[in-house]
């Protein structure tokens, strides 16, 4: 990556982290809806590894947006 892009990034990397842990309470909390009893830890790998899987497929350009 170019060295501006870089510079770029750096800037909004926090944002970026903010947003992302969002998600992860966004997708906690449903999770804690359907399962009284959750293990949040568990639920936290569970949509962090989905995370990295949807990233994956956009990069890949294989994310058509409909559900599995």
């Known amino acids: 990556m170019a060295e501006i892009e870089m510079l770029e ?3 909004h990397r926090a ?5 992302v ?4 309470e966004k997708y906690r909390s449903i999770f804690d809806w359907d399962v009284p009893e959750v293990d949040e830890a568990l639920s ?3 949509i962090l590894k989905a ?3 949807a990233l994956d ?3 890949a350009g294989s994310f058509d947006g409909a559900p599995e």
């Open 57 to 59: 497929d956009i990069e």
């Open 9 to 11: 990034m750096d800037a």
């Open 15 to 19: 944002q970026l982290i903010t947003d």
């Open 44 to 46: 936290d790998r569970l």
């Open 51 to 53: 995370l990295r899987k």
């Open 21 to 24: 842990k969002g998600l992860v």
